[in-house]
């Protein structure tokens, strides 16, 4: 559809209509050139005759006259006595009249002044005779010069009147020019009004049109469809934008189509990305526990060797202690065994004091009553042998076991001593074992710092991509906003679904309370839960605040951050517990310590959005 | 905010300085010790709070959430919720519960009716809690004449209001039997939230509060049946450990237990104490 297309376009319309005042102008300018023209022409010819007339009827007068002059001034002078001949001259007259006749016989002479021609030619002819000799041709001449001077004056009335009505025919042809003027132009005013105002109407119309459509465009709503597809330049217009519309649908529907994926892939990208996230902030706090009781281990590890290292030092000293003591019931066994040896020579001795007192008893008895009081020694000393012999016996006796008996604990102590020295070994080398796995543990220990600390970063990132994809999200959803500006179906019976942002239930649970510290006391309000939710005071007034502080280089102290008394915490909150609370006096560390009971009216409205399970 | 800030932002390091002085603050005030390799955690934890408050760095996050603005927002708690771990499941380390369902509980007899006392120190988003919490009941439905009550603390705000919630992801419950599951949780309606949550009746049980182990406790001494302080010890440093392990102590019954996590040991703090298992210790009358 080119602008070449010659067809029912508004440039045609709107030459045709001038095309209508023009000609309406045209034909009025012809009225009026046709009028004019008239009035000029008659105006020109009227002049020529208006011009020959008069010169005629000037010139011919005065010719008259002068021949009357002449005439009576001829009759005064020579006393005209009947028989007198005068002698005239009308042919200047006849000159005059034929000259004017030639110059007028160009002309178209009005019709009184053609009929009146020959009336004075023949005047002209009856005067033609040069010589008055009686008073009666004199009279007849003067009678003949009274007809012509007659004659002219009507020739000049009629020419007066013939200026009238030429006048009035002049004015008249103005009045029909004025006419024709006011009538064509009225209808040609008329006509090109009405079909201006058809014109104007009908590209209003189709202006409005285009104007409704683009502004529903405009607005979003790309389901209308135009009205007016008529081939003049509005219709071009409106098949423009009907294919700026259907193009623009198309690429819309794309981008929809296209965001809807978007969409779909962010927040299932979101999602896994939150999952890691989770995922790997609850790795990093494990990790981190992990690590924790690894450094516990590890030192109850490095305890151990310690105390491994010291048993066996024990060890090895009670290994030499037994032995010590080993070697010395050796040296006692010896020693026992040469008691024993020397108990035998005891009892010799004894045997042979027996024999030797039994001699001496015979020797007494032999000496009869000399002897008596030697026989009582000799028995004394028999006693006396008797009795170291069985104590010397009982001695042997006990030696002999006490041999045995320190012969059994030297045995036994070689046992032992050979066991000690094992377990010294074996101690010796379990503090050997504990000193590696303290080593190990200390590798485990450091690796694990390391692995913690990958993990920590690995938590740090997908927090970070769990950041970014919630940016995507956002990004995508406002794609979609802006998409959904536009309406490109007539009824939308799908209706894109939200994504489900991970905490976003936590976040709603968890806005609607905070805790507020008031009276030393500390209260759940509706209003804000943790800082990080809007209302908490900006670190840009912070951060103006301290600028202006450094400013003034104050030493002031600020504030501690009051906390509840503990009494009252208790008082307020642990009131129900049997009265078993103990009233703490005094508290080291004011920030933390809160001890407030946590209780929220709201808490269980939240089981509403819950149910049993199945 | 803008990609590239956030890019800006994960681009952050910690400085030695600023790590000093977090760590220095962590141990003044919560008696948490960082050794030098937690850097990178606290940088890792921390740009989270830079992210979300969009600061754009560690000095001025810093700055600002110690000042007294920062504790009147509450950047201050968000800090250290970031800060210390809160690493919990349901019926972690079941051998404790097993001990605790199947030695105390059938030895405990009730002194005057007065109700079985059990708490959770470190009770992080409250999982602990309500494992006792369904165990004790559980043994309740035999016993119509015992009662308990659980008291569960931490030190972060955010853990502690998250355990009051009782609302947790339905994988975390995946461990649990099945009958248990049923009698004590209730699903979300909306199928698409994947959120599990605790009965009343076991949330009712649980009483939560806010408390810095450090500081002192409102129990009464000798009063407590049992205590678990699980894997929270582990944070702290050796002065701080015997501090809070001899606290504990104070607080149980002659005869009650203590339960610590499977790696740690507490005998060489207390001689009030002696080991009825690995980790768990009985007060000695």
Redesign the interface.
């Known amino acids: 559809m080119g602008s070449n297309r010659i067809g029912n376009t508004i440039s045609s319309k709107l030459i045709l209509g001038a095309i209508f005042f023009l000609f309406a102008f045209i034909l009025s300018y012809l009225i009026v050139s046709k009028g004019l023209y008239d009035i000029e022409k008659s105006h020109a010819s009227f002049q020529q005759q208006q011009l020959q007339a008069n010169a005629f009827i000037t010139d011919l007068t005065a010719a008259s006259n002068k021949l009357s002059a002449e005439l009576w001034s001829n009759v005064a002078n020579s006393e005209f006595s009947g028989s007198t001949t005068f002698r005239y001259d009308a042919s200047s007259i006849s000159a005059i009249y034929e000259n004017s006749k030639k110059t007028m016989s160009n002309l178209e002479m009005p019709d009184y002044f053609q009929r009146a021609l020959p009336e004075i030619s023949n005047l002209l002819k009856q005067l033609g005779q040069s010589s008055v000799n009686d008073q009666q041709s004199l009279n007849a001449k003067q009678n003949l010069l009274a007809q012509l001077a007659q004659k002219l004056l009507d020739l000049n009335k009629q020419e007066n009147q013939y200026l009238q009505d030429h006048l009035t025919s002049v004015s008249n042809i103005h009045i029909k020019i004025r006419l024709g003027i006011i009538i064509w132009m009225s209808i040609a005013v008329f006509l090109s009004t009405l079909f201006y105002i058809i014109t104007i109407r009908s590209l209003r119309k189709g202006i409005q049109g285009a104007l409704k459509f683009s502004e529903q465009i405009a607005s979003g709503d790309l389901t209308a469809t135009v009205k007016n597809r008529s081939n003049d330049e509005i219709g071009q217009i409106n098949n423009a934008l009907e294919k700026l519309k259907l193009k623009l649908k198309d690429t819309l529907i794309s981008i929809k189509d296209f965001s809807t994926s978007i969409m779909n892939a962010s927040s299932e990208f979101n999602s896994g990305s939150q999952i890691i996230s989770s995922g790997a902030g609850s790795q990093a706090s494990a990790a981190e526990e992990i690590t924790a009781a690894m450094e516990q281990i590890a030192e109850g590890i490095k305890q151990s060797a310690k105390n491994a290292t010291e048993t066996g030092h024990i060890a090895k000293n009670a290994f030499e202690g037994i032995q010590h003591g080993a070697n010395k019931v050796e040296s006692a066994l010896a020693v026992i065994e040469d008691i024993a040896r020397k108990n035998s020579i005891i009892k010799e001795i004894s045997y042979q004091t027996k024999i030797l007192s039994i001699n001496a008893s015979v020797e007494a008895a032999r000496a009869a009553e000399v002897g008596r009081g030697f026989a009582v020694v000799a028995e004394e000393v028999k006693r006396l042998a008797e009795t170291t012999q069985s104590s010397a016996t009982e001695i042997g006796i006990v030696s002999k076991k006490g041999v045995e008996l320190t012969r059994q604990s030297a045995d036994d102590l070689r046992l032992l001593v050979d066991e000690f020295q094992k377990t010294a070994e074996l101690v010796s080398q379990i503090a050997e074992a504990s000193n590696e796995h303290n080593y190990t543990i200390d590798q485990i220990n450091s690796s694990l710092q390391e692995l913690n600390n990958i993990t920590q970063q690995n938590a740090s990132s997908a927090e970070e991509l769990a950041a970014s994809s919630d940016d995507l999200v956002k990004l995508t959803q406002s794609l979609e906003d802006s998409i959904s500006y536009f309406k490109l179906e007539e009824a939308q019976v799908e209706v894109q679904e939200e994504p489900v942002v991970e905490n976003e239930v936590h976040e709603k649970v968890v806005n609607e309370t905070y805790i507020r510290e008031e009276n030393g006391l500390f209260h759940f309000s509706k209003e804000r839960m943790f800082s990080d939710h809007e209302d908490q005071p900006s670190f840009s007034s912070y951060k103006s605040k301290i600028e202006s502080e450094e400013k003034e280089i104050s030493e002031e102290i600020p504030a501690a951050v009051k906390t509840p008394s503990f009494e009252t915490v208790i008082e307020n909150e642990f009131i129900d517990d049997k009265k078993e609370i103990k009233v703490v006096k005094e508290r080291k560390t004011a920030i933390h310590q809160k001890g407030v009971r946590i209780n929220l009216t709201d808490n269980d409205n939240l089981d509403d959005q819950f149910e049993k399970m199945k | 905010?803008d990609?590239n800030e956030?890019v800006n932002i994960?681009n952050q390091k910690l400085t030695l300085e600023e790590f000093t002085k977090v760590q220095r603050f962590m141990l003044e005030?919560?008696g948490i010790k960082l050794s030098p390799?937690k850097i990178?955690?606290v940088?890792?934890?921390l740009?989270?709070?830079l992210?979300?408050?969009?600061?754009s760095n560690f000095k001025?996050y810093l700055?600002?959430a110690m000042?007294?603005?920062?504790?009147?927002?509450?950047?201050f708690?968000?800090m250290?919720d970031e800060l210390t771990?809160?690493?919990t499941e349901f019926f972690r380390e079941p051998e404790h519960f097993n001990l605790l369902k199947d030695r105390i509980l059938l030895n405990y007899k009730a002194e005057s009716f007065?109700p079985f006392k059990i708490w959770s120190a470190g009770c992080s988003t409250g999982e602990e809690a309500y494992t006792m919490g369904m165990i004790l009941s559980e043994f309740q439905e035999g016993n119509p004449y015992f009662d308990f009550?659980i008291y569960a603390t931490d030190?972060s705000?955010?853990s502690?209001?998250?355990a009051?919630?009782a609302?947790y992801n339905k994988e975390t419950i995946k461990t649990i039997d099945q009958k248990l599951?049923?009698k004590y949780?209730?699903?979300?309606?909306?199928i698409?939230?994947n959120?599990?949550?605790v009965v009343?009746s076991l949330?009712e049980k649980v009483?939560?509060?806010?408390?810095?182990l450090?500081?002192?406790?409102?129990?009464?001494?000798d009063?407590l049946d049992v205590i678990f302080c699980r894997?929270t010890l582990?944070?702290f440093d050796d002065e701080s450990k015997r501090k809070v392990v001899n606290k504990l102590i104070e607080k149980i019954k002659p005869g009650g237990y203590l339960f610590v996590?499977?790696?740690?040991?507490i005998s060489q703090y207390s001689k009030a104490i002696s080991q009825v298992s690995p980790s768990v210790y009985v007060k000695i009358n």
């Open positions: 905010m990609y956030t994960y005030s919560l390799i990178v955690m940088n890792s934890r740009i989270k709070r992210k979300k408050t969009g600061i001025d700055d600002y000042s007294p603005e920062g504790k009147q927002s509450g950047e708690e968000c250290i771990t809160h690493k007065k009550n030190i705000n955010s502690v209001m998250k009051f919630r609302i599951v049923k949780f209730l699903i979300s309606k909306d698409t939230e959120k599990i949550r009343k949330r009483h939560f509060s806010i408390l810095n450090v500081d002192d406790y409102f129990f009464q001494n009063s894997n582990i944070y996590g499977l790696s740690e040991t």
